[in-house]
Nanobody
Framework: QVQLVESGGGLVQAGGSLRLSCAAS????????MGWFRQAPGKEREFVAT????????YYADSVKGRFTIAKDNAKNTLYLQMNSLKPEDTAVYYC???????????????????WGQGTQVTVSS
């Protein structure tokens, strides 16, 4: 069983930055692909970024490419999402997710993931 706990959300002005963290317990990241998703009020959950278990295949949604960076610290069993140049449309609850994987496989759909955190709110004011 894997438990994920997100943190780092908050209120920031447009153009600002935040770094989200996702601490994993129960398992290490070895053999697991990781992803970030978000859900804005009244909207469907959407993919933000993902990384293969080997950390060699980061992939981003077009809407965040060039502004967000996904990274992980294996020693701390923690996944990060560095968010720069934030826009009001980035406002959402952000979730991290993980699943067993192999090689450089990445997963872009929420239903491909088995474990989810509780989410952290990010609000970007204009």
């Amino acid at each position: 069983q894997v438990q994920l706990v997100e943190s780092g959300g908050g209120l920031v002005q447009a153009g600002g930055s935040l770094r989200l963290s996702c601490a994993a317990s129960g398992r290490t990241f070895s053999g697991y692909a990781m992803g970030w998703f978000r859900q804005a009020p009244g909207k469907e959950r959407e993919f933000v970024a993902t990384m293969s278990w080997g950390g060699i295949s980061p992939y981003y949604a077009d809407s965040v490419k060039g502004r967000f960076t996904i990274a992980k610290d294996n020693a701390k069993n923690t996944l990060y999402l560095q968010m720069n140049s934030l826009k009001p449309e980035d406002t959402a609850v952000y979730y991290c997710a993980t699943r067993r994987s192999s090689g450089g496989n990445i997963y872009l759909r929420g239903d491909q993931y088995d474990y989810w955190g509780q989410g952290t709110q990010v609000t970007v004011s204009s």
